[in-house]
Nanobody, 124 residues
Framework: QVQLVESGGGLVQPGGSLRLSCAAS????????IGWLRQVPGKEREGVAC????????VYASSVRGRFTISKDNVKNMVFLEMNDLKPKDTAVYYC?????????????????WGQGTQVTVSS
């Protein structure tokens, strides 16, 4: 049974940093591409970053490129999202999720298994 558990969210001031973690179980990270997505109440879930199964290749939404970095530890079976220079518009619930897509994807409809999410609030 696939299970994803996010942690690391919280309240941070604009310009600050946070590191989100996603603990995966029931599968290994070389089985699926993994993504981080976020959602603001009343809006669709937005893909933020996606990392590949083997070579660590990644794609990012233009809104976070250069500020966020996705990475993973295949030994610990964990995925991370390092977020720097955070802005109030980054406030959202952040989810990690798996996709069967063989291509790196930011489309939320391509994701099949989701964690429960972790809240990130950027405010002074």
């Amino acid at each position: 049974q696939v299970q994803l558990v996010e942690s690391g969210g919280g309240l941070v001031q604009p310009g600050g940093s946070l590191r989100l973690s996603c603990a995966a179980s029931g599968f290994t990270l070389d089985s699926y591409n993994i993504g981080w997505l976020r959602q603001v109440p009343g809006k669709e879930r937005e893909g933020v970053a996606c990392i590949g199964t083997t070579d660590g290749s990644a794609v990012y939404a233009s809104s976070v490129r250069g500020r966020f970095t996705i990475s993973k530890d295949n030994v610990k079976n964990m995925v991370f999202l390092e977020m720097n220079d955070l802005k109030p518009k980054d406030t959202a619930v952040y989810y990690c999720a798996t996709t069967l897509s063989l291509q790196l994807t930011l489309k939320s409809g391509n994701y099949i298994d989701w964690g429960q999410g972790t809240q990130v609030t950027v405010s002074s």
